[in-house]
């Protein structure tokens, strides 16, 4: 297939996927959707796919407010928290120690300054839950508070671009919370051991979602598994997080529709990446009876196609000969370097394994991971996309994998 089709081909799953499709989020309609549509387009390439079910929790709000006897303060119901109405005195807490001393129980707890600096994992999220994170959910639990207002700032690392960023956002967490920008909690500091009025018009709704796996190729040894999350966070048409890697599996699906190499191939869209329960990548590690042995590579793209910079493909725990022919690949394309490790992303399952593995992504976003303000928010679109980015990427694994093949 020549360049100029993949490129068009590029943009029609990247319009179905970010226009036709704009809610990918775990549980949603759109979701479905999208899964639908990469299965459909696995199996026109002669693919043989599997589709497993995910129980899941979509989740809705129609706002948050919260008022004093003299003030409203501009509050958002933290994703995936269960409603509240509640009424409660207000305590401050700004630290570990203050939360562990101060009594709550009954009353609507404040948290902010030392201890809203980072967003706090999943209380059920396996792959990276710092002992702290998991302290701080386990007091707050047993301390029983009305309700959660937490006040935060900037949190790159773990929570993207969004300012103010929810503190949790984990449907596994029972205690009802809102969040807001760290200005208006210093407004809302002087309002502590005073009566406030919580309302938080936050939903949970059962529902379901689905892995896709596409498979090719010899059914015997090791194999290869491409993968790209296919769900994107709530409020973002997800371009580069992630329509870009799932449009490069879809290119791959096309390129390697002949395949027959070496290594057994799988094209994997991950359901729950963004997702609180990360439910597609539990289910995956289920199914494969938590053992990777026999996968030999696993190359995972996400955040790839920024309009700025080249594309990046980091190396992890990778033997000189198969890091001398993924070189070796790369090198044909000018728009593609080596990139720096980073550790954010379904790779990170695989490297847990003890999987090779290489991490597709943007060098620009690897860069800026801490700073950037695009990620998770309304600014992942379309604009930001250099669709050439798209097939250049495919084009260079189908190097590699006919490289390691040969
Ligand atoms: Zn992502």
């Known amino acids: 297939m020549n360049s100029e089709k993949l490129l068009s081909l590029a943009q029609k799953h990247m319009d179905v996927l970010c226009n036709v499709i704009s809610d990918r989020s775990v549980g949603s309609m759109g979701n479905r959707k999208a899964t639908q549509y990469f299965k459909n387009e696995l199996s026109r390439y002669h693919w043989n796919t599997e589709e497993t079910l995910l129980e899941v929790m979509d989740w809705k709000t129609d706002g948050a407010t919260l008022r004093s006897a003299n003030n409203s303060y501009e509050v958002f119901s933290s994703p995936y928290s269960i409603g509240c109405s509640a009424q409660g005195y207000l305590v401050s807490v700004q630290t570990f120690n ?17 201890i809203t600096k980072e967003q706090i994992m999943p209380k059920n999220f396996v792959f990276y839950n710092p002992e702290e994170h998991q302290q701080l959910i386990s007091i707050l639990e047993k301390s029983n508070p009305k309700a959660i207002i937490c006040a935060t700032g ?20 029972n205690i009802p919370s809102v969040f807001m920008k760290d200005v208006e909690g210093e407004k809302l500091f002087l309002e502590q051991e005073k009566l406030v009025i919580l309302e938080s018009k936050a939903e949970r709704i059962p529902d379901t979602a689905f892995n896709i796996v596409g498979r090719k190729g010899k059914n015997v040894g090791r194999r290869i598994v491409i993968t790209a999350h296919i769900d994107a966070k709530k409020g973002t048409p997800g371009a580069i997080d992630n329509a870009t890697g799932v449009t490069v599996l879809l290119l791959l699906a096309e390129l390697l529709k002949d395949y027959n190499g070496k290594y057994p191939i799988e094209l994997v869209a991950f359901n729950g990446e963004d997702y609180y329960a990360v439910p597609g990548q539990m289910k995956y590690i289920e199914q494969n009876g938590n053992d990777f042995s026999d996968v030999f590579l696993n190359i995972n793209i996400d955040g790839a196609g920024y309009k700025e910079g080249l594309s990046s493909f980091s190396l992890f725990d990778m033997p000189d000969e198969i890091r001398n022919i993924v070189l070796e690949a790369i090198n044909i394309n000018p728009n593609i370097v080596e990139g720096l490790p980073w550790y954010q992303g379904d790779h990170g399952i695989f490297l847990q394994y003890g999987c090779h593995s290489i991490a597709v992504s943007s060098n620009w976003f690897i860069e800026n991971m801490e700073t950037q303000e695009i990620t998770h928010t309304p600014k992942d679109n379309l604009e930001i996309v250099n669709y050439s980015r798209i097939p250049e990427i495919a084009v260079t694994i189908k190097g590699i994998l006919d490289k390691l093949s040969s």
């Open 154 to 173: 900037h949190n790159g690392a773990l929570a993207g671009g969004v300012y103010p960023f929810p503190m949790f956002e984990d449907g596994d967490f």
């Open 98 to 114: 203050e939360l562990e001393t101060k009594d709550i129980s009954g009353k609507i707890v404040f948290l902010h300054g030392d």
